[in-house]
């Protein structure tokens, strides 16, 4: 638990010293368990409807994590009611099993490309809404429980 918390505080001041970042948030899994019920939702305002951003999903995964592999759906819905759904697969380790993704002990956070060049076009409040859709080979039922996903956030970096 202190790992966490320290690894939580190095995350924060490094996101602090980005000064691209416009928004980031993020929501744990209790116990690192991440259920298919379970949307990560998220709201944040945007009244800049001229300048480009990159949107990121960010993972933070421990070595419980089974997959090397992590299959999302994204729901981004507009102040206007638009939504777009996007099927998003990202590989989480190589071919050899090193984890991808940056940091030191057990966990790793992967910062994972989502929106490249977005503008915003509606001023108001959108929604963010990611859910895994991870299931095993040969099967047609989703994982109910998925192991190893420590937190699941989202970053708007202004594009320069």
């Not at 949307?39 to 001229?50: G, L, P, S, W």
């Given at each position: 638990m202190p790992e966490r918390i320290i690894y939580s505080m190095l995350v924060l001041l490094i996101l602090a010293c980005n000064d691209k970042l416009t928004h980031s948030e993020?929501?744990?899994?209790?116990?690192?368990?991440w259920a298919n019920s379970d949307?990560?939702?998220?709201?944040?305002?945007?009244?800049?409807?001229?300048s480009?951003?990159?949107?990121?999903?960010?993972?933070?995964n421990d070595e419980s994590y089974p997959f090397s592999n992590l299959f999302l759906i994204a729901d981004l819905e507009y102040p206007n009611g638009d939504i777009q759904r996007?099927?998003?697969?990202?590989?989480?380790?190589?071919?050899?099993?090193?984890?991808?993704?940056?940091?030191?002990?057990?966990?790793?956070?992967n910062k994972l490309w989502y929106k490249e060049n977005i503008i915003f076009p509606v001023k108001g409040v959108y929604t963010l809404q990611i859910s895994h859709a991870m299931r095993k080979n040969g099967s047609a039922e989703g994982?109910?429980?998925?192991?190893?996903?420590i937190d699941v956030g989202f970053l708007i970096e202004k594009r320069k």
């Open positions: 993020f929501q744990s899994n209790p116990g690192g368990i949307a990560k939702v998220f709201n944040f305002t945007e009244n800049d409807t001229i480009s951003n990159d949107v990121f999903i960010s993972i933070r996007d099927t998003l697969e990202y590989e989480m380790a190589m071919p050899d099993g090193k984890w991808l993704g940056k940091g030191y002990g057990s966990i790793k956070e994982i109910m429980e998925l192991q190893g996903i």
